[in-house]
């Protein structure tokens, strides 16, 4: 039995490996992208992550900017301008 003891100290946890992810699970697919005018990121955000991230400040000029509304960006953080778009 010392090949039993020999795999339990090197893996103290059993199956544990057999069990594990080896890659993260791929993000949800959201049909709203916000890409920002800083970092030049695209994320697709869920419509209660893009209402977090206009509050409690945000302004909006539609026909005036490239990039229309000022809210923070999901992506790198700061707030800055951003553009909304929905990708179905």
Do not use: N, Q
Request: with cysteine; net charge positive.
């Amino acid at each position: 039995m010392p090949a039993s003891t020999e795999i339990e100290e090197r893996d103290p946890m059993g199956r544990m490996a057999l069990f594990s992810e080896i890659e993260p699970a791929p993000p949800a697919r959201s049909p709203l992208v916000v890409e920002c005018s800083s970092c030049l990121k695209a994320t697709p955000v869920s419509p209660v992550a893009l209402a977090k991230a206009a509050l409690p400040f945000s302004v909006h000029v539609p026909l005036l900017r490239r990039y229309p509304s000022f809210m923070k960006c999901p992506a790198c953080g700061r707030r800055t301008w951003v553009r909304v778009s929905f990708k179905p």
